[in-house]
Nanobody, 115 residues
Framework: VQLVESGGGLVQPGGSLRLSCVGS????????MRWYRQAPGKQRTLVAA???????DYVDSVKDRFTISRDTAKNTVYLQMNSLKPEDTAVYYC??????????WGQGTQVTVSS
């Protein structure tokens, strides 16, 4: 099982990025898919989630700016990030969760928001 994130980079405040998470060895439609982030010196925290049934949820600080979505045909989960702020700077991780023994993580992708 492998989750591979991409799409991170350096962007100015107010800009946009789209992160991708491609699954292999699992079907992303059969798992609860989540995006987490970890800023330097801080704990990893949940940013956005999409259930098997397609229900989405977001941490308050990214509501109305971030959108999580899933493309079953491409076996990929996305995180569209708009109106980025410096406080969004972090390493972003993709997670696929089904149970405590079926809980998988990607390697992370760096997002830096700075002028």
């Amino acid at each position: 099982v492998q989750l591979v994130e991409s799409g991170g980079g350096l962007v100015q405040p107010g800009g946009s990025l789209r992160l991708s998470c491609v699954g292999s060895g699992i079907g992303v439609s059969a798992y609860a898919m989540r995006w987490y982030r970890q800023a330097p010196g801080k704990q990893r925290t949940l940013v956005a989630a999409i259930t098997i049934g397609g229900t989405t949820d977001y941490v308050d600080s990214v509501k109305d700016r971030f959108t999580i979505s899933r493309d079953t045909a491409k076996n990929t989960v996305y995180l569209q990030m708009n109106s980025l702020k410096p406080e969004d700077t972090a390493v972003y991780y993709c997670n696929a969760y089904y149970s405590n023994v079926r809980d998988y993580w990607g390697q992370g992708t760096q997002v830096t928001v700075s002028s």
